[in-house]
């Protein structure tokens, strides 16, 4: 792993970037880009637009990160290319009950009020989480206000923004204000991040802040990033709202979390063909509606001898994200990387794993008794640990390979 310690985030942030564009490319014919009408900060860039001499218009840059899709990161930058940068949320004053939960702060019950006054340059953007247990919310700033329903059957993330007309400190507040009868917990608020809406010229430093709000790494990719050289290029693909600590590694992403490094498409990677030395692929090929020209990517991306460490559902129930299109067996798994040679595969998770996460979907201890299912899922981790692998090749919970691209 690289030591970044004695760099500061700011020029770990500028180093990375600078990697990043090198290897970038048109999406569509794989061409060289250029960075069109650029706003830039301290040698890096801001905002761009991105252009292919073959395609045109291919994609742009927007608060410091590359996107080749039609939408931007929310969180992180206005339509109009502005830059919204988040505050502290542990600065506000609370009244009711709030808790910091995973990737939000959540306010419970009617009453629950976030409040500060924020100075701001442009206006400020509330991104609050939607949720079958969502109330209504009273968004306030500066005078203004707006009554959103929160209630959602499927969970989704909503920018509520409030342009000001001039400069300076904007008071706001965030108040649930009623429930959703007849849930029985439709008064919460889940706010995701409140940031201030800057123009690009004056955007704060872009800086290097590692975080995980996703999944925990493989200990397979850790050992992986061990044995490569310094300059390495590794991209996490549909790594979710994670940063890693190791500077080498970024994260490419199709939806719009907060942490990634560049947005596109894993079926049209953005990236040089034969420029990357290492591909993740962890729990992200049964959400594409076409696995096999993901894995067609990643081959066309790496160079050769490059490697791939993929993990993908095999007995998992159904789980969205946004959508959950295929499962693969270890024979599917042979047949996706065919064009690869296989170091490793094998399962993983055995049947306890899998009826756990089917019991939390069915709410099965309130439906047959806590007892109950405990007694199954003990039996089930006993079976577990009597399984040979190959009898767990028959029903695990995932299937992952460690393979190579060709040097022929």
């Not at 959602?152 to 507040?173: H, K, R």
């Not at 899998?354 to 309130?366: G, K, P, Y």
């Amino acid at each position: 792993m690289i030591d970044v310690s004695t760099r500061s985030a700011e020029g770990v942030a500028a180093a990375r970037q600078s990697t990043l564009l090198s290897v970038l490319a048109c999406p569509t014919c794989h061409g060289d880009l250029r960075e069109v009408d650029a706003v830039d900060r301290d040698g890096t860039i801001v905002n761009a637009e991105l252009e292919c001499a073959s395609c045109g218009p291919a994609g742009r840059i927007r608060a410091y990160r590359p996107t080749f899709l039609d939408h931007d990161a929310p969180a992180i930058v206005t339509s109009s290319g502005d830059v919204v940068e988040e505050i502290d949320l542990a600065t506000a004053e609370r009244t009711g009950h709030w808790a910091e939960v995973v990737d939000a702060t959540l306010g419970d019950g009617v009453g629950a009020r976030l409040s500060w006054s924020t100075p701001v340059t442009l206006g400020l953007s509330f991104r609050l989480a939607f949720h079958a247990w969502g109330g209504r919310v009273l968004v306030s700033c500066a005078g203004q206000h707006r009554l959103v329903d929160t209630y959602a059957p499927e969970p989704t993330d909503e920018i509520v923004q409030f342009d000001l007309p001039t400069a300076g400190p904007a008071p706001w507040s965030i108040e649930v204000v009623d429930g959703r009868p007849p849930l029985s917990h439709g008064d919460q608020v889940l706010v995701r991040s409140v940031g201030m809406i800057q123009p690009a010229h004056a955007a704060s430093p872009h800086r290097f802040v590692p975080v995980n709000r996703g999944n925990l790494y493989p200990p397979r990719f850790e050992a992986l990033l061990d044995g490569l050289p310094d300059d390495a290029v590794v991209f996490d693909l549909g790594g979710g709202d994670r940063v890693h600590t190791d500077r080498r590694v970024f994260n490419l992403e199709y939806l719009p979390y907060r942490g990634p490094d560049l947005y596109g498409d894993g079926h049209h990677l953005p990236i040089r063909t034969g420029s990357v030395d290492l591909v993740l692929s962890q729990a992200v090929l049964e959400h594409v509606p076409d696995p096999v020209a993901a894995v067609s990517e990643m081959r066309r991306v790496l160079r050769p001898g490059g490697l791939v460490y993929a993990e993908i559902a095999f007995m998992q129930p159904l789980h969205a994200v946004p959508f959950h299109y295929f499962n693969v067996t270890p024979h599917g798994l042979d047949l996706l990387f065919n064009d690869f040679v296989t170091i490793h595969h094998g399962t993983f998770g055995g049947l306890h794993e899998t009826m756990e996460w089917l019991f939390r979907l069915v709410d099965a201890s309130a439906r047959i008794g806590p007892d109950r299912a405990g007694d199954v899922l003990e039996a089930l981790t006993a079976l577990d640990a009597e399984l040979r692998p190959e009898e767990l090749d028959q029903f695990a919970s995932a299937v992952f390979i460690e393979a190579m691209k060709p040097t022929g």
